[in-house]
């Protein structure tokens, strides 16, 4: 009877192995704690819900697509070693991640030795995509978002005197200096340019300096925690100069945690969860019936993320590889996903057609010229 249950217990445990050996995963690597939790947090919902619909459908001949999110805290050295960890677990085939330009291009290295694709569905830094062949992103660059913004600024807006705010990182530095860029290429004016460190809450000095300047906009490069705090200090000092920034602003808790101090700041979206676009519809009906939340940009780019990854792995024949799953993505064309339809182009960067939005009695719009 011991034999017999030994043998059970062998053949139990061979069995198990030979299952993990055949389960399938991605790899996520968010902020889910730390001053950019919000972000991380829907990060992985998104990326839940496009799995969870994959796999309710079958998944891949059966098999079903799973994850393993990891908390980088938005901090580039854990993002690291997360990689470290993902690149060693030969059952993750691709990365999505992370939330930062500077969290990605640090773990960037880590992926592209290993051969594993890290897909950012936010990472805007040109220099991103340049880190090697497994770098992808689901995103516009800065390089064509500043210009866009600052076309946004002085030709709809009618502004020619811009100041400038930024955090000072990878990001911030990009974002403000294509911004300035484009918007002097049209002829505005630059009166002030000012940086902050990131975990700044007192933005009292920067705001004194420029209010001497008389600018007719600010533009930030900034997050929508960050933005709330600057314009209620902004108010406290009766500033009344429009914000504009990047799709970076674009979430409820901006206005949650703005009040009123945020009514009439302008930003971009390369998602609108108000669209009339069926596929937008059916989206943003399953992201409210299982979080009971209308779904945000960042929701929005990680559900695209996770689903171009699955559309990959269905194109592939034979043994699904790390290798395989590179060739398959760079080889989608026009997948129709939340946030338009994406192709990479050959430096895996993709094209998106972003709406202009304001802040008006308490809700995002689109504007309206």
């Given at each position: 009877m011991k034999k017999i249950l030994i043998s059970l217990l062998l053949f139990v445990f061979a069995f198990s192995a030979y299952a993990m050996a055949g389960d399938l995963y991605f790899g996520l690597s968010a902020p889910l704690t730390g001053d950019y939790a919000q972000y991380g947090e829907v990060?992985?919902?998104?990326?839940?819900?496009?799995?969870?619909?994959?796999n309710e459908k079958g998944g891949l001949n059966g098999t079903k697509i799973k994850l393993i999110a990891m908390d980088s805290k938005g901090d580039p050295k854990e993002a690291a070693n997360i990689a470290q960890k993902f690149v060693m677990d030969k059952r993750i085939i691709a990365e999505i991640g992370d939330f930062t330009s500077t969290c990605c291009l640090a773990a960037a290295p880590i992926y592209q030795r290993a051969g594993l694709v890290q897909l950012s569905p936010t990472s805007s830094h040109p220099d991103f995509t340049k880190q090697g062949d497994y770098m992808f992103r689901n995103i516009v660059t800065q390089e064509a978002e500043g210009p866009y913004i600052a076309a946004y600024a002085y030709k709809d807006l009618g502004k020619k005197r811009a100041a400038v705010i930024y955090i000072q990182n990878d990001w911030g530095i990009v974002a403000k200096d294509n911004f300035i860029k484009g918007f002097k290429k049209l002829g505005g004016t630059i009166v002030a340019e000012e940086k902050f460190n990131p975990g700044t809450k007192d933005y009292t000095n920067i705001l004194t300096k420029i209010k001497g300047k008389n600018p007719d906009i600010i533009y930030i490069a900034m997050m929508y925690s960050e933005a709330a705090l600057l314009a209620k200090q902004m108010k406290k000092l009766g500033m009344d100069v429009p914000l504009i920034g990047t799709g970076a602003l674009y979430s409820p808790k901006l206005i949650e945690l703005g009040g009123d101090a945020v009514e009439g700041l302008y930003c971009t979206s390369s998602f609108y969860p108000y669209s009339d676009n069926p596929v937008v519809k059916s989206f943003v009906e399953k992201y409210k019936a299982k979080y009971g939340q209308i779904p945000n940009m960042f929701a929005a780019q990680a559900y695209d993320a996770a689903g171009l990854l699955l559309a990959a792995l269905?194109?592939?024949?034979?043994?699904?590889?790390?290798?395989?799953?590179?060739?398959?993505?760079?080889?989608?064309?026009?997948?129709?996903?939340?946030?338009?339809?994406?192709?990479?182009?050959?430096?895996?960067?993709?094209?998106?057609?972003?709406?202009?939005?304001?802040?008006?009695?308490?809700?995002?719009?689109?504007?309206?010229?």
């Open positions: 990060f992985k919902k998104g990326v839940e819900l496009a799995l969870e619909e994959f269905k194109s592939i024949n034979g043994k699904i590889t790390r290798k395989k799953v590179k060739e398959a993505l760079e080889a989608i064309k026009d997948y129709p996903g939340v946030t338009g339809l994406t192709t990479f182009d050959k430096n895996h960067n993709v094209k998106k057609q972003l709406t202009k939005l304001v802040v008006k009695n308490g809700d995002f719009v689109e504007f309206k010229k």
